[in-house]
């Protein structure tokens, strides 16, 4: 019945406008669908980073009590070292000399990473500089370079810490 009320070009026509309407709910839909799941993802991923940003603050704050302590534990060593310098050094019984200046100039090469200058004249004369100038100094620089180490190990204990999170 339906072939007599209906010609064949308006059939084809009116089925394709039907496979067009199916077609296009379908896309409609699976893009609604596939929007929803990147949201989703996304909402995920914001998840994982604030979870991962939590724990690397944790790990930070941890790490810089840590470093603190340490400090504040060397900052009372070297204090006291300082003290024994000074009640050394203020002793009138001990005997000071002067530095020769090929001594200090090895010194400074040292302290500086640097190749010494041996072409520089350097007499066995004596300079300003006293061993108890000498012991204050090393002791300063012990200090600064307890200080370093213990930068440089909390730095790698935060980058190892830091590297287990996921």
Same mark, same amino acid.
């Given at each position: 019945?339906? %072939?007599?009320?209906?010609?064949?070009?308006?059939? +084809?026509?009116?089925?394709? *406008?039907?496979? $067009?309407?199916? &077609?296009?709910?379908?896309?409609?839909?699976?893009?609604? !669908?596939?929007?929803?799941?990147?949201? &989703? %993802?996304?909402?995920? %991923?914001?998840?994982?980073?604030?979870?991962?940003?939590?724990?690397?603050?944790?790990?930070? =704050?941890?790490?810089? +009590?840590? @470093?603190?302590? &340490?400090?504040?534990?060397?900052?009372?060593?070297?204090?006291?070292?300082?003290?024994?310098?000074?009640?050394?050094?203020?002793?009138?019984? @001990?005997?000071?000399?002067?530095?020769?200046?090929?001594?200090? /100039?090895? @010194?400074?090469?040292?302290? $500086?990473?640097?190749?010494? !200058?041996?072409?520089? *004249?350097?007499?066995?004369?004596?300079?300003?500089?006293?061993?108890?100038?000498?012991?204050?100094?090393?002791?300063? %620089?012990?200090?600064?370079?307890? !200080?370093?180490?213990?930068?440089?190990?909390?730095?790698?204990?935060?980058?190892? =810490? /830091?590297?287990?999170?996921?």
């Amino acid at each position: 019945m339906i %072939n007599t009320l209906l010609p064949w070009p308006y059939r +084809l026509i009116a089925l394709c *406008g039907l496979a $067009l309407v199916i &077609g296009g709910s379908a896309y409609v839909r699976g893009r609604i !669908d596939e929007q929803a799941s990147q949201a &989703g %993802n996304q909402l995920a %991923n914001q998840q994982r980073v604030s979870l991962v940003e939590r724990r690397q603050a944790a790990i930070s =704050q941890q790490v810089a +009590l840590a @470093h603190e302590a &340490g400090r504040a534990r060397d900052r009372v060593i070297y204090q006291t070292i300082e003290k024994e310098v000074i009640r050394y050094v203020a002793n009138p019984e @001990h005997t000071v000399c002067r530095l020769d200046r090929e001594w200090v /100039q090895q @010194h400074d090469a040292a302290a $500086l990473s640097v190749i010494p !200058d041996a072409a520089r *004249g350097v007499d066995a004369a004596a300079s300003k500089l006293t061993s108890d100038d000498a012991l204050v100094t090393v002791t300063e %620089n012990y200090a600064a370079s307890q !200080d370093n180490a213990r930068q440089l190990t909390d730095l790698q204990a935060w980058i190892r =810490q /830091q590297s287990v999170i996921q």
